[in-house]
Structures are given as structure tokens and as C-alpha cells.
């Protein structure tokens, strides 16, 4: 992300001599992403981040595909999920392509390892529940509504303020950044973006832990989890600074635009990374034109699948949603409003509904994950009454 912060000691120079009350060196690691041209940040230990104690078994955690070539629109109830105790198991892959992984997970109890993702970015949506992402740059409070962005390769631990918690998750294998369009050749996001740098949760109360020990770090790569044993806490940072960190941004300071008449979702474009986009639905005033059908025109997603993951209030263009639950619209055939939609919304002021959105520009595969929580013949859903039937 292109704004610098800082935190704790570090020295005025990089890669100069910087020691510790003992006398010992700080270990300096740089945390960037695209060999050394892209962001990064400098971060100083006061151990070697390096000392690997033993390396357990992996675990595969390739998604299982139960339909490889989508042709239908399909629905899933969500919170059907069952909680798990454990945070990494509760994580379910119900979506996936090449550039990205779309999962949900319902944790019920704080981290006591830690984890690491080594080849995705992760934006994670907390739907429900309260706590601390703890990293090694600082924590993050997270609550209802917000979105954590946490950059491959940092390590993480969740700390939940209670049992009841659901998340949706998106692994991206390509930086996860704010759209191009919202920022200035400099990075700095643009006086017509819907949010703006002022509301990011930034890393903040930096703890430097120095005891040395057995610390499990569960990393990901490859599809499989490995338990790494090493011999200091992941936490030992004193100081640090540069561009690449976790942050948090709640969805309910996304600013929306609106127009005259009806206007497209790229108006809600939240984050993008290598062909996929997410989107944030918020509460917002309605089309103002007196003529206008405030609720969205049918259109053909020729190029790209269109997820919506339905968060709260009353969505205008369809009928029978549930919290959590997730739409899948398959590229290459039109969708729109379900029956009566169009009618209802005429004359309408504003809406409540809360969503979020997710466009891959290559088909998603669907899991048996996915198979077990789908909402059967959705697809019929924009019949009327009179033509839900199948003649035979």
C-alpha cells in the first residue's frame, strides 16, 4: 500500500549499525515484494529471523473440485459453515481459479501458533465478531464491517474477543492494492476516491517480545501447510518503517457514488489485484432522476464471474437473501433483478444493503465445500410463479 508509517526504534540510516541495551546487533530484514522494486518496509529484530529449529509434516489443503466448468447460476447459504475451534481448519475453500482463492471460516478460539501465508496476499472480510491481528509490525482492532489486508509473508495471529466469529476470505497470488483509477502518479489516492488514507487502521502499540524458545509458525505454500518450530517469538521486532504492512478499512467508511440515474459496480471498486476486482455495496441514497429504476438494469457478464457476498439489510434486486449468503453468476449469460425488483425499487430514497463483491476474470471452479451449502435450483429463481415449472 503507498503510504509510509513507522514504528518504535530504528536507525537513522538503513543498513547502518543499530545496536540493542546489550550491545547486540539488530537483525535487519527487509519485507518487500517483487525482488527489490516494489514496496517494502525495514523491520529490525533482536534476534535473527532466520533460526529454524525442526520443520513438521505438511498437510494438503488443495481445494477439492466438485465442478470444474460452471455453466449455471448458483447460491450458498454461508453461515451454514459449522464454527470450528481452530482457525486454520475453519477456513473453508468454496471458490477458486489460478489467481485467486475464495474462502469461508466461522473460528471459534484465539490463535496459540502463529501463520503465515508464502505466496498469497489475504483480504479478509470480518462479518462477525471482535479482536486483534496481531503481526509482527504492531496489532490491528478489527470489528463488524471491516476488511484486513495482510501482505504475503507476514506472519499473524488472531486474538477473538468471543466465539461467535465469520470471515470471508479472498487468497490473492497477486498484490492486493486500491484501484489504479483512485490514485495520482505518486500513489496518493485521489480527491474523487470513495475513501481516502485518513481511513485506514494502521499497525499500531508495537510489542518486542525477546524471549527466545519453541515458537510454531504454520506456514502456506504450495497448497499445504507445514509447521515450522523456531527458536524466537515471530514478535521480537523493536522498530521498523517503509510501505508494506497490514492495515484494516472498514466498509462503513466507503463513501459511495451515485448519479441521476442508475450507475455501474465499478463506482463501488474497493480493491483490485491481478484479474479479479472486489466491491463494497454500502448504504447510499438512490438515483435521483424522476424517471429512474433505481435497481440494476440486466447485463451480461460476457468477461467475468460475479460473486456477491451478502453482509446486511435489504438487498434491492433480489429476493430471499439470507446473511451470508453467496451468489455466483457465471460469465457469459445475462443476470439482473429478480421478479418484482425493478417494480419495487420506482420511487425508493435510499437503500441499507451491505455487500461485498468479487470479480475474477477467469472462471471459478467450485468445491465440495461448495456442493454442501448450495441453495438447490437457484437458477430458476427469475421465473414468475406461473412459469416455475418444468414441462416434460
Not at 68 to 97: H, V
Not at 321 to 348: D, F, N, Q, V, Y
Not at 351 to 376: N, R, S, W, Y
Request: charged share 25%.
Amino acid at each position: 500500500m503507498p503510504i509510509y508509517h513507522k514504528l518504535g526504534v530504528f536507525p537513522p540510516k538503513r543498513h547502518t549499525v543499530s545496536r540493542q541495551e546489550n550491545g547486540a546487533l539488530y537483525q535487519e530484514e527487509l519485507f518487500g515484494t517483487e525482488g527489490f522494486s516494489s514496496m517494502s518496509s525495514l523491520l529490525y529484530h533482536c534476534h535473527a529471523p532466520t533460526m529454524i529449529k525442526a520443520v513438521g509434516a505438511s498437510i494438503d489443503v488443495s481445494p477439492k473440485v466438485a465442478i470444474s466448468k460452471n455453466k449455471i447460476p448458483r447460491s450458498y447459504k454461508g453461515f451454514k459453515i459449522k464454527p470450528e475451534a481452530d482457525y486454520l481448519e475453519s477456513r473453508k475453500t468454496i471458490l477458486f481459479n489460478a489467481d485467486l482463492h475464495v474462502s469461508l471460516a466461522a473460528p471459534k478460539s484465539s490463535m496459540d501458533y502463529f501463520y503465515k501465508h508464502g505466496e498469497a496476499d489475504e483480504l479478509i472480510f470480518i462479518h462477525k465478531g471482535s479482536g486483534k491481528l496481531k503481526t509482527p509490525f504492531g496489532s490491528i482492532a478489527f470489528e463488524y464491517g471491516d476488511y484486513l489486508v495482510i501482505p504475503r509473508g507476514c506472519i499473524y495471529q488472531f486474538e477473538f474477543d468471543t466465539e461467535d466469529n465469520r470471515m470471508l476470505i479472498v487468497e490473492s497470488f497477486s498484490p492486493i492494492l486500491t484501484p489504479r483509477n483512485y490514485r495520482n502518479k505518486f500513489g496518493q489516492l485521489l480527491e474523487h476516491a470513495p475513501f481516502c488514507e485518513r481511513d485506514y487502521k494502521l499497525p499500531e502499540n508495537l510489542e518486542t517480545h525477546t524471549e527466545l524458545g519453541d515458537y510454531k509458525i504454520v506456514i502456506k505454500k504450495h497448497n499445504e501447510l507445514t509447521p515450522y518450530t523456531y527458536a524466537a517469538h515471530p514478535f521480537d521486532v523493536a522498530g521498523w518503517d517503509g510501505y508494506h504492512f497490514p492495515y484494516g478499512f472498514s466498509i462503513h467508511n466507503f463513501e459511495p457514488m451515485t448519479g441521476r440515474v442508475h450507475l455501474p459496480p465499478p463506482v463501488h471498486q474497493t480493491f483490485e489485484g491481478h484479474n479479479f476486482v472486489v466491491c463494497s455495496f454500502v448504504p447510499r441514497m438512490y438515483d435521483y432522476h424522476p424517471q429512474a429504476i433505481p435497481s440494476p438494469y440486466n447485463h451480461s457478464n460476457i468477461d467475468s464471474d460475479e460473486v456477491l457476498y451478502y453482509v446486511d439489510g435489504d438487498f434491492m434486486s433480489r429476493n430471499s437473501i439470507e446473511k451470508g449468503m453467496l451468489t455466483l453468476h457465471p460469465g457469459g449469460l445475462p443476470h439482473g433483478p429478480h421478479p418484482g425488483a425493478m417494480e419495487r425499487s420506482i420511487g425508493k430514497k435510499s437503500t441499507e444493503e451491505l455487500a461485498v463483491m468479487i470479480d475474477p476474470f477467469k472462471p471459478f471452479q467450485l468445491t465440495e465445500e461448495a456442493v454442501g451449502i448450495e441453495q438447490k435450483d437457484y437458477f430458476k429463481s427469475w421465473l414468475p410463479n406461473k412459469l416455475n415449472t418444468i414441462k416434460k
